[in-house]
């Protein structure tokens, strides 16, 4: 698997794994912290997750443009990895929210969540830009792809562990307390404190029925208990933020350690200017703006496809903790199973390709792209479907209805295994061959700035990401899901009607 690859590729990956363990123990529970944490709804929490994930993307622009321009990309890493680290920080402090100091702690959290994301954007994309540098070397060119395909494995190692993290911390300091897990429950405290002596009895009794089952005792202060619960239960998440701050130091460590087996692209620069003349700059301008059209084309494709996938953040994880039944296991661990079936099908697709090649057969990068669209296409199909036969309602509509009617509709965990290994094996068609095309096309001189184009096109596809959870909450949620399955069926078509003109641009 590793054969024929450059040295410094392992080197980097594992600085990567340690950052994106890090970064997915927040982002496995951020909408559902929220959620329990202020109180907010689902789609107040989803705009805040949106801005948040575009803004990683956005910033990630600003952190290629400041590599390009000092050539220092591997002291722009650095700085990113000592921002996102106090970012983290500062998630990890547990404090009580109330209603005197809920404004000043959302406005600190979501300042926290900016220094996670400017410090994404210094790091993200230019260690990408240095990967895609060491498959440069004419020794090394012909395994890009498969160099980015092994680069993401790593990625997602630390995205498979992470999302077990902060559930099983907030689950042993519930423990601790006496008390026990119960998805449904902080909602039911946040409105019970918020709207006391307003509840209709049948609430009520859903209230008592739900805290009992969560470790509230009968003839105890109801409204003790339920401010209690909420801050044991989300002092338990904050906990969970320290080992992202462990996991942001010891990605440090790996990258100051492994940095000289990494290019150093402002030397390598310098050399190549020498060796081209004026004139021949000008005969290659052309082919660079050619090159520069296909990556705009396919940018705007993969913007349908992150605004579809990304919902795994969102309207994807309201759907775990609302629809399918978590009584054993916490809806953000469901978010593992996508890094879990990207590292166990990898190796597949990868075998799959490296044989259409032996055979002449081999699939273009733009090709597997919109083949990866049509798949989560079918994902979405298949969640569609299930979802219109068991006539499931919208969000609000299903949240309303008692704990009774609601066990008997929820689904078995076996959904979201299938809709994830769907739209894993989509993500595997599209985001590493993504990287390494983009790679493969950009100027050899605007290499951060381009990766950061690939993430900024992410960022728009996540600036739309609160639309999934608004449909879902509003919507019979195979409405919503509709919504999706024809982005993608769109976007591919689009994708396959420019294959041919992508394949002779970059070809």
Known sequence: MFKNHPKGLIPAALSNMGERFGYYIMNAVLVLFLCSKFGL?????????SFFYAGIYILSLVGGAIADKTQNYKGTIINGLIIMTAGYAILAVPILATPQNSTWLLTLTCAALFLIAFGNGLFKGNLQAIVGQLYDNPRYSSQRDSGFQIFYVFINIGGLVAPFVAPM?????????????????????????????SMTAENMDNLYAVA?????????????????????????IHYSFIASVAAMILSLVIFIATKKA???PAAREKVQSVQYSPEEKQAMAKEIRQRMYALFAVLGIVIFFWFSFHQNGTSLSLFARDFVATDTIAPEIWQAVNPFFVIVLTPLVMMLFSSLSRRGREISTPKKIAYGMGLAGIAYLFLCVYCSIQGYPSGDEFRAMSAAAKEGLK????????????????????SPLGLSFVSKVAPKHLQGLCQGLWLGATAVGNLLLWIGPLMYNKWPISYAWGVFLAVCLVSMGVMFAMVKWLERTTG
Request: negative net charge; hydrophobic residues 50%; charged residues 10%.
């Open 41 to 49: 709804s689902g789609d107040t929490a989803a705009l805040i997750y």
């Open 169 to 197: 911390l907030r689950s042993w300091w519930l423990d601790i307390h006496g008390m026990t897990y119960n998805a449904d429950f902080p909602e039911m405290c946040h409105s019970f404190l918020s709207l006391t002596g």
């Open 411 to 430: 689904a078995g965990p076996w959904v979201l295994i299938a809709l994830y290994f769907f739209l894993t094996v989509a993500e595997l068609f599209i």
């Open 212 to 236: 009992s089952a969560a470790g509230h005792t009968a003839g105890a202060d109801l409204r003790a208990f339920c401010s209690q619960y909420l801050d044991v239960f989300n002092t338990g």
């Open 262 to 264: 990494l290019p150093s």
